[in-house]
């Protein structure tokens, strides 16, 4: 019969050891939750070394990747044709008009313009340098089908949310940037065909930022 050799109790960990260990290993589960998990899952980044390197951007994608795909599920199931939800920051920082018949018709005075056909699932952003309080009027029409779009701003370690909607076709308003960075759009042709979307603007801003 062969018998194995035992541990020299000496060898062993301590109690103490052990849970020094434990706490470590909680302490680096944490930072990794924090740091990496939240800002590259979530767009959540309380740090912000997730901003630093990236990975908020791609959080932020995710989750607007992952709500976009639910409304269109909800529209599929209640098949109520366009559904639209908005949101809007009080405060004066946001102006909000819907256009009218007008909209396929280019106002000569817009200082600039932008267009740009999509394909269905294909997205695309367009952002305005701005300053804070700055205000710039714009007019966004989708030809031949319809959007899901984002009006929202970032800069300086700051980002917000304008406004949102889903299968729209066209929409025009003042946009007052809430703080002194880029501000604009964001779109994706959930539509069956080829979208055209086309932008213009005019204002207090210092440049369009295009793709």
Known sequence: MHNGNKPNPDELPTSAQLIKSTILAAVAAVAILVTVVLPSEYGIDPTGIGKAVGLAEMGDIKVQLAEEAEADRLLEIQNTGAIEEQSSLGGGFFSFFVGAAH????DPEWTDQFSVTLTPGEGIEVKLVMEEGAEAEFLWVAENGVVNFDLHGDGGGNNISYAKG????????VLTAAFTGNHGWFWR???GQDVTVTLYVRGDYSEMKLP
Do not use: F, K, P, S
């Not at 909209?103 to 280019?106: E, F, N, V, W």
């Not at 889903?166 to 308003?173: I, K, L, N, S, T």
């Open 166 to 173: 889903r299968a729209v076709e066209e929409e025009e308003g």
């Open 189 to 191: 042709n959930r539509d």
């Open 103 to 106: 909209a396929q018709t280019a």
